[in-house]
């Protein structure tokens, strides 16, 4: 018999955090690139009914986005606030929060950034280019924070890898 997995288990460490960061690099990414990976999230998406808002965007500007059935008008609220924090701290927004939690503290109590612009919660994940940086941002708005992370690392691993 297994003991089943507590929550903190469960629950990415700060270091497994940083190393899919440094794993999940793009030789390039191009508009092609946008939209096959932002497909692929739809199909993702849709074999799990899940209501979410999906988002990508690189040098500012969009080049996919997808609202599926359940999502909200504020999931593209949601999505532009963690999409900020991967512009602004140049890693993923669930990383960013989980950095101040390892601290002892929140995002909110201690960035000092106004949080109607700024959501250090899961779902942002930045696009990384080899020997270039950080381009933009794919972000996923609609489960809760940990499970919108999830699915967009997922997608990466996937997109990566057949590429």
Same mark, same amino acid.
């Given at each position: 018999?297994?003991?089943?997995?507590?929550? $903190?288990?469960?629950?990415? #460490?700060?270091?497994?955090?940083? @190393?899919? %960061? &440094? *794993?999940?690099?793009?030789?390039?990414?191009? =508009?092609?690139? $946008?939209?096959?990976?932002? #497909?692929?999230?739809?199909?993702? @998406?849709? %074999? &799990? *009914?899940?209501?979410?808002?999906?988002?990508? =965007?690189?040098?500012?500007?969009?080049?996919?986005?997808?609202?599926?059935?359940?999502?909200?008008?504020?999931?593209?609220?949601?999505?532009?606030?963690?999409?900020?924090?991967?512009?602004?701290?140049?890693?993923?927004?669930?990383?960013?929060?989980?950095?101040?939690?390892?601290?002892?503290?929140?995002?909110?109590?201690?960035?000092?950034?106004?949080?109607?612009?700024?959501?250090?919660?899961?779902?942002?994940?930045?696009?990384?280019?080899?020997?270039?940086?950080?381009?933009?941002?794919?972000?996923?708005?609609?489960?809760?924070?940990?499970?919108?992370?999830?699915?967009?690392?997922?997608?990466?691993?996937?997109?990566?890898?057949?590429?």
């Amino acid at each position: 018999m297994t003991t089943p997995r507590t929550s $903190a288990e469960l629950t990415p #460490s700060v270091e497994e955090l940083e @190393a899919q %960061e &440094r *794993r999940l690099v793009f030789r390039r990414f191009t =508009h092609d690139d $946008a939209w096959a990976l932002g #497909s692929l999230l739809v199909e993702m @998406a849709r %074999e &799990r *009914r899940a209501p979410v808002a999906i988002d990508i =965007h690189r040098a500012g500007q969009q080049l996919f986005h997808a609202a599926l059935p359940g999502s909200a008008p504020d999931n593209d609220a949601w999505i532009a606030r963690k999409r900020r924090v991967v512009e602004r701290y140049g890693c993923a927004s669930y990383l960013v929060g989980a950095r101040h939690r390892a601290k002892g503290t929140t995002f909110e109590e201690s960035s000092r950034l106004d949080p109607d612009t700024y959501a250090a919660h899961g779902g942002s994940f930045p696009i990384t280019v080899e020997g270039v940086g950080v381009v933009g941002a794919v972000t996923v708005s609609g489960l809760p924070q940990l499970e919108d992370h999830r699915m967009v690392v997922e997608a990466l691993e996937r997109f990566l890898d057949g590429t």
